[in-house]
């Protein structure tokens, strides 16, 4: 197993750090991870133009998204049977959506 196979111990961080400073280093990723999302948005389009290519602008994305998953593995709160299920749900409900306004069948909060 090479470097990059390597499995990342979850106990390894938390002993250097505690779950608060974790807590904020997640919340500091997370926030880096949607600036980088808004810069591949701004590759896709002329509108608000970027000196960053879609391809580094991607790689950055990448790298941010594996800083977030990289620092919820070290935390070991999160469970995990509990985010799928959510995440499964709220995917039905926007791809409901979805298929709603495809049809025309939502109003977005106006009155009728």
């Known amino acids: 197993m090479n470097d990059g196979q390597r499995r990342i111990d979850q106990r390894d961080i938390p002993s250097f750090l505690p779950t608060w400073e974790l807590l904020a280093m997640l919340a500091e990723e997370c926030c880096e991870l949607g600036q980088a999302a808004l810069k591949v948005r701004r590759c896709l389009d002329d509108l608000n133009p970027t000196r960053m290519t879609f391809n580094e602008a991607l790689a950055k994305l990448n790298e941010e998204w594996?800083?977030?998953l990289l620092v919820i593995r070290q935390l070991n709160i999160i469970?995990?049977?509990?985010v799928y299920e959510i995440m499964k749900e709220k995917h039905d409900r926007w791809l409901k959506h979805l298929r709603e306004h495809e049809k025309g069948e939502t109003d977005h909060g106006q009155e009728n």
Not at 79 to 82: A, R, Y
């Open 79 to 82: 469970d995990q049977p509990l």
């Open 66 to 68: 594996a800083d977030v």
